[in-house]
């Protein structure tokens, strides 16, 4: 199956999950997952939270950002994977002030 993220509507979440300015995200969602292609405008964030029933992996493809991952940081860059397992919270912050954070994720869910 290709999933072909060009085709996807791009759905604008303002402050999502308490996070600062916009995340845009093209989302194929089937029940069992999420798999995304998302971005986040210059010095936008998506907030800190808990993955209680799933888990994510966020594989930067470009820009440069960090995760706050429990009590961590983890800086990110292009070529960075970010795994945050169920039970751990993170959030996501674009650090730049001129460029898109774009990144690949996939949340699955575990029953």
Do not use: Q
Not at 52 to 77: A, H, M, P
């Amino acid at each position: 199956m290709i999933i072909d993220f060009d085709k996807i509507e791009t759905t604008i979440i303002p402050n999502f999950r308490g996070g600062e300015k916009n995340f845009a995200a093209n989302m194929f969602v089937d029940g069992n997952n999420k798999i995304m292609m998302g971005r986040l405008e210059p010095s936008a964030s998506i907030g800190m939270h808990t993955h209680d029933t799933n888990s994510e992996i966020i594989y930067i493809i470009s820009g440069e950002g960090k995760c706050l991952y429990d009590d961590d940081v983890d800086y990110l860059k292009a070529g960075s994977c970010h795994y945050c397992p169920m039970g751990h919270r993170h959030s996501l912050i674009n650090t730049s002030d001129a460029e898109d954070l774009v990144f690949f994720a996939v949340v699955p869910e575990h029953k």
